[in-house]
């Protein structure tokens, strides 16, 4: 593991791109919720900075951040792809690796990825969330903190899939074309299922594992808790967008969808020539 860990580290950071397109990615995180804290709601009796005290900043921020998993995920596309454009993965077989050791240094780099940017958005929550949170307490801190764990896995969920595209086509610029076309096309395939049926597409479950952030209740100054304790400002909970399904069945369906992509990429892998 070692090994391959250390030949995959060498050959990201060998990519003269590679570590431009993760400042990039961490600069441009921390730029969005720096400028999101500083605007003002005009409306009386709402503040911005709800969004920024604990508990709600566990929601918010990973919602961020997963709009940046697919930036992340054109940078493992990238570097796949150039393996099969350099003949990298043909060489690393003929100097004695197998083909399950090239799927197995990929993931151990997907892995890697999704660790640096769960640390990003844990750091980036300790900090702005200490700065805006009076009268903290550490069950406060602690409360919907599992929600950074479900946004590790969503992080996992898009690059295997990035990596699935990269297998199936062996070229960058098509394989990340394909990418972002794959989510239009996914939303208009769904068009022609029941609501039901919708909520359980790849790219439906994986968006999902980071919730939605309910902004008008986080924002409020008031509560506007209901008899039955749930939020009167909750689209969902009025009626106005579809209820999706609870996050642990979530969580065990993108499980299973991560699964299904790692096995089809071995498949392609250990049957196509490199």
């Known amino acids: 593991m070692k090994k391959l860990f250390t030949l995959e580290r060498i050959k990201a950071l060998s990519y003269p791109a590679f570590k431009t397109l993760m400042i990039i990615h961490f600069v441009l995180f921390f730029l ?28 918010f921020f990973p919602w961020v951040a997963s709009w940046f998993n697919i930036f992340l995920t054109i940078v493992l596309i990238t570097l ?24 197995t ?13 769960f640390m990003m958005v844990l750091i980036a929550v300790l900090i702005f969330g200490l700065i805006n949170t009076k009268d903290i307490t ?7 903190s599992y929600l950074l764990f479900v946004y590790f896995i969503q992080a996992i969920g898009y690059m ?9 086509f062996r070229n960058t610029a098509l394989s990340i074309i394909l ?12 068009l022609f299922f029941k609501q039901e049926a919708r909520r359980f597409f790849p790219l439906k479950i994986i968006s999902n594992l980071t919730p939605r952030p309910e902004v008008l209740t986080m924002a409020s100054e008031t509560d506007y808790t209901g008899p039955t304790g749930t939020s009167q400002l909750d689209f969902s909970e009025i009626g106005i967008l579809p209820e999706e399904l609870p996050l642990g069945l979530t969580v065990l369906i993108a499980t299973g969808y991560i699964g299904f992509f790692i096995a089809i990429s071995i498949i392609l892998i250990n049957k196509r020539n490199l």
């Open 105 to 117: 240094g990929k993931l151990l780099f997907i892995f890697t990825i999704a660790i640096y940017t």
């Open 32 to 59: 969005v919720v720096l400028v999101v804290s500083r605007w003002h709601i005009t409306v009386p009796g709402f503040s911005i900075k709800g969004l920024y005290q604990f508990p709600n900043i566990w929601t």
């Open 160 to 168: 295997t899939l990035g990596l699935l595209f990269a297998m199936l």
């Open 138 to 144: 550490f069950n406060m801190m602690l409360d919907h």
């Open 80 to 103: 796949v792809g150039n393996e099969f454009s350099f003949r990298t993965f043909r060489q690393n077989v003929i100097d004695g690796l197998s083909r399950s050791d090239l799927i």
């Open 179 to 190: 990418f972002i076309l794959y989510f239009p096309v996914e939303g208009i395939i769904r």
